[in-house]
């Protein structure tokens, strides 16, 4: 993938999608969306390490403005940091280690004056999804996904949120998270309405991409949009071919739907939040 000049970057980040504000009716409710890895809290990673890019995470969300955000690679004292900081929102979410507080979590972050907590868990993405810190398939690390079901404040509408971060070694532990998410997503959520996000390691020409693209509409990027875009940039950002790996999925045929989304591209000085760039979708839900 040919890597864009600064010109081309930001004319991706205006063009990727159009903004909208949270708004709600007793009919429906369009609302924002980010799935963002943040990268884990490694002190190794020196300029790029936390203390040096968190003001620029927490910048990026008040651009942005989402009202529901998928956090992946976030250690606890991260997840608390950025708690702290967002006193505007609630969040759920556990360890993937040990199902408390050990390792990386892959939170979901609310807007706690748009929407109340009806119902929340998690499991792990292995042969034994209700065992704390499992892991299967040849996988590097241990995998987790965090789900919540949500009701908007002002309608009543209910919909379920799944957030999950998939291997990056293993292309079999990739293909049976899949196939294990869907069939999760089943059993917790039914027929509902369903937003899916997450860092998933593949690209939509990859097997597990194309079992959650079969029964999931993914709102961006998608594959129509390779080779212009990544959002795997790296530390630092270099000119070397970047990935498209972080995905915003909504259900098809569930009284939902996407206007749109886009690749943030925010920078100061050079410098990027994280190595993945956010991506963020505006939907409406009736």
């Known amino acids: 993938m040919k890597r864009l000049g600064w010109f081309g970057w930001l004319m991706i980040g ?10 709600s009716s007793t009919d429906s409710i369009s609302f924002r969306v980010m799935t963002f890895n943040i990268r884990y809290d490694n002190p190794q990673d020196g300029i790029y390490s936390w203390n040096q890019r968190k003001d620029l995470v927490l910048t990026a969300l008040d651009r942005e403005n ?22 505007d929102y609630a969040w759920f979410g556990v360890g993937r280690d040990d199902g408390k507080q050990a390792g990386e979590y892959a939170p979901v972050f609310y807007r706690r004056n748009h929407f109340t907590p009806l119902d929340s868990g998690f ?51 990739r293909v049976n998270s899949a196939t294990l998410l869907l069939s999760e997503i089943k059993d917790i959520a039914g027929d509902k309405a369903v937003l899916l996000m ?17 029964r999931f509409q993914v709102t961006g990027p998608s594959e129509n949009d390779l080779p212009e875009v ?26 939902i739907r996407s206007a749109g989304y886009k690749i943030v591209i925010f920078h100061r000085d050079g410098r990027f939040p994280s190595d993945h760039l956010p991506v963020e979708s505006d939907l409406v839900i009736w």
């Open 198 to 214: 997450g860092d998933f390691n593949c690209t939509p020409r990859d097997q597990a991409f194309r079992i959650l693209s079969d």
């Open 123 to 173: 499991f792990w993405l292995s042969e034994t999804p209700e065992l704390p810190g499992s892991i299967s398939w040849g996988a590097a690390c241990t995998r987790i996904v965090t789900w919540m079901k949500l009701q908007e404040n002002s309608s009543g509408i209910k919909f379920y949120v799944f957030n999950t971060h998939f291997d990056h070694i293993s292309e079999e532990a």
């Open 14 to 23: 205006l063009l990727a999608g159009a903004s909208q504000a949270y708004s």
């Open 66 to 87: 989402p009202d529901i955000i998928g956090f992946q690679e976030a250690l606890v004292n991260q997840v608390t940091g950025l708690a702290d900081s967002l006193p």
């Open 230 to 255: 990544c959002t795997f940039i790296g530390f630092p950002p270099s000119d070397s071919p970047g990935e498209v790996i972080d995905f915003i999925f909504i259900r098809p045929f569930t009284k």
